[in-house]
């Protein structure tokens, strides 16, 4: 697992971790497939490559990951015809523990744009609970029957959720409040597009000043 995870950086190994997680066929398989993904602590690895020391690239890829994640396996919960147990990596990603943890990389060391802005991204994923619902039936009085939307387990699992995100973002408010006061800066970006733009420049200047002297020795 960590060999996999040490080369998410390529979108190629992005989109075989996903499928593992979620597109392997067969009940029993998957079942199986999830158990032992979630006992190798894939979830707590992936949120930990959200970490400031992490290259961006990676960032970028673990935050889409698992942003992605969410959304298929509670569209796979929900849509389901099969008779399923509870996906183990989507219960260990919405659980207290893995939030606190997220929030623990994302915020609790240097500021890193990419970072931060990975972590919101999974965090408003996670928050997204709306989707989690059954749609309303359409009878055939076009009438929309509305008593899935407040099946009491699909609420109690909405607010359970809820709760678990609640708690771990109060745990962080004064580091939320101080990165509002004082983000990430983007001085390197500046300082690279700077000597891009300088290289650029220069290339530019050394192209025309080796085709006038070509020209003036003909």
Sequence with gaps: IMLLLNHLGTSAIM??????????????MRQNILNWLDSQRIIQSLVALLDPK????????????????????????RNSTERNDPD?????????????????????????????????QVLL???????????????????????????????????????????AILTKLKEFHTLLLEPPTVTIILYMSKKCLSFNVAESTNKYHFRYARSTLR
């Design 125 to 167: 994923a996670l928050l997204d609970v709306q989707k989690i619902c059954s749609i309303p039936e359409y009878d055939s009085q076009n009438i929309y029957n509305n008593s899935n939307h407040d099946d009491p387990i699909e609420m109690e699992e909405r607010q359970k959720i809820m709760k678990n995100i609640t708690s």
């Design 88 to 120: 183990p990596l989507l219960n260990s990603l919405e659980s207290v523990e893995t939030i606190s943890l997220l929030l623990d990389h994302v915020l609790g060391g240097e500021r890193i744009e990419s970072c931060i802005v990975g972590g919101i």
């Design 15 to 28: 989109d075989l971790t996903l499928k593992l997680m979620t597109q392997v066929e067969g009940v029993e």
């Design 54 to 77: 992490i290259d961006s690239e990676r960032h970028y890829n673990v935050a889409q990951l698992l942003c992605d994640f969410i959304k298929i396996a509670r569209d796979n919960q």
